[in-house]
Structures are given as structure tokens and as C-alpha cells.
């Protein structure tokens, strides 16, 4: 079975096209697609979607994300991480542990974030990074996130390393460095590894140099396992046919919701389900999203 997912843990100075690039010498396969872009400096949790799976990644890029950070106190970079230059410095006051729990609640607060320059956003069809390392300005728009934890692990006058579940969408490098404005100073994203990804934990993913041309079958997991969350259905042999040919569904199976995967029983009576695609139910009626056969 090629149509599933991949729990990969990306290791420091790796891309995400680096991980796609090895998986794909690996398997021969030709169709990927992931769930999150990590910078090269940030390690952790890649979800990896093969073959037909690619069509169900709609369900995957919505899903909150975990991250533990460590930030540098009194130095700001260019890039907000790091890999960038120093771009502004400031003398270092005591930080109480008031001062600190105080900010960590006003972080829940946070409503909107602007991506920072260093970023894919794309501006007037260019990703941002490009202009920036052109030397050319771009205004890039406030956009909504949600932080639905930010948790301080360790603290000193120096260093702080905290551990945060954020909305889709939000940048951790702009997200330290506002933390830090708060406590009246400036930071950088010093490391960044991400925990999870939506009920995907990165406990369970695999380094990428674990994988070879024999072993990577092994490793996919199944749909189901990925997205567990997400109701399902059952349908009959008729109404399987008609959902393949992207026909709308009459049925009462489900409550009304976003999103169902949608299967059918093999047609040779085996007892063993097969994953049809995704798709919307409401007013009792199915509507096709995705199809898979």
C-alpha cells in the first residue's frame, strides 16, 4: 500500500524539500506532498502524505501545532532566527518570575500576527524571503492565529525556553520575538523543534536516515491513523460507485459536519475497507471533495 503517511523528524540543516528529495530516491514513487514547511535551522515533526494520500492533505493543513523554543535575550536578528544577522543589541535587566508568568498569560491574548519579512508569504506573487534578500521592502498583511497554550519550561537572563500549541498560520520567530518585546527587551529564535501536529506526535516519527529503499513500506501509516479525528462512513457497492464518479450522496448516517473520509467494503466480500476519498456532509447529503479511485 503506497497511499498513506510518513511521520518523519527532521533533523537540523535539512529542508522539507531535502526530506521529500531522500523519500523519493528511496521509494520511487513520484507523488508527495507535506503538511508544514520547517526552516533548516528547526527541527521535528513532518507529515508526509504519499501517492493518492497527497488529495487528503485539505484535512491536515488546518490542524494546530506544538513547539518547544529557545530564544536568545538581547539580540535581535534580521531573519528572527539563528541563521540571520545581528541587528540590534540592549543591556539585559533581571527578569522577575512575576514578569514572566504574567507575560506568558498576555501571549493567550494574541489574536493577529504579521508573518515576518524572512517568510514563503507571498507578496505581489514573490515569496517574501526573495525581496528581503534583494534588499527590497514588502508589506506583508496581519493575519489571525490563535495561541492556545505558552508555557515557560526554563528562564534565565539570558536564555528562555518555552513550550507552545499555536493555531495554523502562526510563525514562531515572530511569535519569540513579542514575547520578548512584552519584557521590554528583544530575542531570536535560537532552536525550534515541533512537537506535534494536530494528534500526530513526533514520539512517533521516524529519522529520515532510518529509512531505506527496503524498509520504507513499513513505515507508512494508514490514513485512518492520521486523520482519527474525522468521522467516517460506510458505503454500500452502488452508492461507492456513484461517489467515484463525484455524485452527491442521500443519507442520515452522519450528523451534519466539515469533513468525513468515505469508504467502502471490497468488492470480493474479503471484510476489508477501502478508502473512497473525503468529502462533506450536510443536509443528508454527501457532497465529493476528494476522490481517490
Known sequence: MNCGFLLLD?????????????LRKKSRLKKFGHMGTLDPFATGLVIVALDKATRLTPLLIGKDKEYLVEIELGTRTDTGDNTGEVVESRMMKPLSKDLLELTAREMLDIREQIPPLYSAVKVSGKPAYKLARAGESAELKKREIKIHSFE????????????????KGTYIRTLSETFAEKLGTVAFTKKLRRLAIGESRVTAAVR????????????????????????RIFLTREEALSFQHGNRIMTSALPPGDNVLVFSWDNDFSGQKQLLGWGVFKDKILYPRRVLI
Open 208 to 231: 529520515p536516515e532510518k529509512i531505506d529503499q527496503d524498509n520504507w513500506l513499513d513505515n507508512i501509516l494508514p490514513v485512518e491513523d492520521i486523520l482519527s479525528d474525522i468521522p
Open 152 to 167: 515557560i519550561l526554563e528562564a534565565n537572563d539570558k536564555e528562555i525556553r518555552y513550550r507552545t500549541k499555536v493555531s
Open 10 to 22: 527532521k533533523p537540523e540543516t535539512w529542508t522539507t524539500f531535502d526530506l521529500i528529495r531522500d
